[in-house]
Each structure stands twice: as structure tokens, then as C-alpha cells.
């Protein structure tokens, strides 16, 4: 396994052979089992497997967790080389924004609800970051996680919007035994909130089961998540949503498909889940 922070490198091994498939897993690092679920299906579906480890700064808004993000490069180093990977790029902050660095990548609808309301600038850090990666891992495929919904539907756009020749794939959430969808961010709850956090799942769960039993009133499986949330005392919503899956704009009557998803509070610690039918 290659590790590298240099763009040159990188290329040069992407393309020191043109005809091999890549695939590309970008990463904040922390590494779990979901991120290692998404390595796999790279390392099946591709002759090589890329894998960026960067905490990527403009993603971060400043009252947000960029400082206490979790971080262990030499164990998720030892992580993706036991799963096969091929290359890790892990380049510094200085590399990806150097002195002048001027351009943001910025879309101008699906970024606006649900995360977005509550994290402006997010979405504009994700979209940037991930145009550079792209550009320079140059992959023939690129992965990422369902349990980042909105996340995927903007980088789908993007990549629709500027011609990124790659193909998209999305693997499904893994979850803890107890339900808790796996983040990076869960090491940062503390014993208490740990126990407590399956009530986001637990929520999403009744709301789907509510929309199988014929439940379609937007509001009304907002509701029942809201109820089932609130009734947590170390929980506190950030959003409830029960929306169009294109659109992401909230549903009255759930016609054909709907992301229910949500934000919650635990302490200083905010999650997100989401099922979608
Ligand atoms: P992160 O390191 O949190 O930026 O996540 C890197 C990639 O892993 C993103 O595409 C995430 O959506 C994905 N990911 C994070 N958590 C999970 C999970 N529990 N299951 C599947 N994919 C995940």
C-alpha cells in the first residue's frame, strides 16, 4: 500500500497503468466499519482501491467540531492496508488550500434544505473538497455512504452539473448491534449519551414502519419521530424530515418515495440518520 501527500504521486500511480479501473473512497479518517463496508465494495468492483484521509476544514463552520474531530492516521493506516488498499492519500491542510486558493464549488438548491438550514456553509466545503479529489485521484468510480443522504444527492448533482467523468456508487448505512448508524463522531459521546443515541434509529424505524402500515401524512411521521425523540431526556432535535428524496423538500402526502431523516443533539455531539423508502 502506498501513502502519499503528494497530488504528483498519486497521478502518476493512477495512471501508470491507464487501462486498470480505480476506485476512490475519500474519508475523514477515524475509520469504522461503515467506511471499511464502502472499501470493500471499491476493492470488488475495481482492479484499485484509493482511499483520502483529510479533515477538511471548509466543511466545518467555526462553532463546529473541527478541533475535537477524531483523528488516528497510523490506525486507519493499518486498517485499510489489512483490507487491501492500494493507495491512501493524505494530504496536509497546506496542500489542499495554499496561499491564494480562490475558487468554492457552491450548488444552489439541493444544499439548501435540511443540512444545509442548519449547516450554511457545509455543503459548499463538501462540494469543493470532493472537486479536487476527483480531480486528482481522477477515478474510474467513487463511493460513498447513504448515511450521509443529502450529501449524495449533492454530489450526484455536481457531478451531473460539471461533467465528472466517474460513475457514483452508494453503499448502505451500517449500524451498530443496538442500531446507532457507525460515525466517527459516536467516540465523541460520552457513556450516558452513548446509551442513549439509539433513539435516533428507533425513531426513523417507527416512522417507517408507520409509513409500511399505510401512514402517509407527512407531518404525521415527523410526529411520531418528534415524540419518540423528545421522550429522551439527553436528546435534543436538531430537524425532523420527512421529504421528497429529489427535491428534499418536506412531504404532505408521501406519494411515491420518502427520506426520512434527522438531526439530533447529544451534548456537544450532533448525529445524523436517515432511512429511506
Ligand atoms: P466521513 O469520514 O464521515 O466523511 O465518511 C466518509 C464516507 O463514509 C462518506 O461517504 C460517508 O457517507 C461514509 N460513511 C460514514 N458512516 C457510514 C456508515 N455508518 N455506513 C456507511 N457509510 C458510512
Not at 103 to 124: C, I, K, N
Not at 133 to 143: D, G
Not at 201 to 219: H, M, P, W
Amino acid at each position: 500500500m502506498i501513502v502519499t501527500a503528494n497530488i504528483d504521486e498519486v497521478r502518476q500511480l493512477r495512471w501508470a497503468v491507464p487501462n486498470l479501473t480505480w476506485g476512490f473512497v475519500p474519508t475523514m479518517g477515524y475509520l469504522h466499519a461503515g467506511h471499511l463496508s464502502l472499501v470493500q465494495l471499491s476493492l470488488a468492483g475495481n482492479d484499485k482501491t484509493a482511499v483520502s484521509i483529510f479533515i477538511n476544514p471548509t466543511q466545518f463552520a467555526p462553532t463546529e467540531d473541527l478541533s475535537t474531530y477524531p483523528r488516528n492516521l497510523a490506525g486507519d493506516l493499518a486498517f485499510l492496508e489489512a483490507a487491501g488498499v492500494d493507495l491512501v492519500f493524505t494530504p496536509s491542510d497546506a496542500l489542499m488550500y495554499p496561499p491564494g486558493f480562490q475558487t468554492t464549488v457552491s450548488l444552489s438548491q439541493v444544499t439548501q434544505p435540511l443540512e444545509g438550514s442548519s449547516r450554511p456553509t457545509h455543503f459548499a466545503g463538501v462540494a469543493t473538497v470532493v472537486a479536487k479529489l476527483f480531480n486528482i485521484v481522477q477515478p474510474t468510480r467513487a463511493y460513498f455512504g447513504q448515511k450521509d443522504a443529502q450529501q449524495t444527492i449533492v454530489l450526484r448533482q455536481m457531478v451531473r452539473d460539471l461533467n465528472f467523468n466517474l460513475e457514483m456508487v452508494i453503499g448502505p448505512t451500517s449500524r451498530e448491534p443496538d442500531g446507532l448508524a457507525m460515525s466517527s463522531r459516536n467516540a465523541l459521546l460520552s457513556a450516558e449519551n452513548r446509551a442513549a443515541a439509539p433513539v435516533v434509529y428507533r425513531a426513523l424505524s417507527a416512522a417507517n414502519a408507520a409509513y409500511e402500515a399505510g401512514e402517509r401524512f407527512g407531518e404525521v411521521l415527523r410526529q411520531i419521530m418528534i415524540e419518540m425523540i423528545t421522550a429522551v431526556p439527553q436528546a435534543r432535535i436538531d430537524y425532523v424530515s420527512a421529504a421528497d428524496p429529489r427535491t428534499l423538500q418536506e412531504l404532505d402526502v408521501v406519494e411515491e418515495g420518502v427520506l426520512l431523516s434527522t438531526a439530533v443533539f447529544f451534548g456537544n455531539t450532533r448525529l445524523i440518520d436517515n432511512i429511506l423508502i
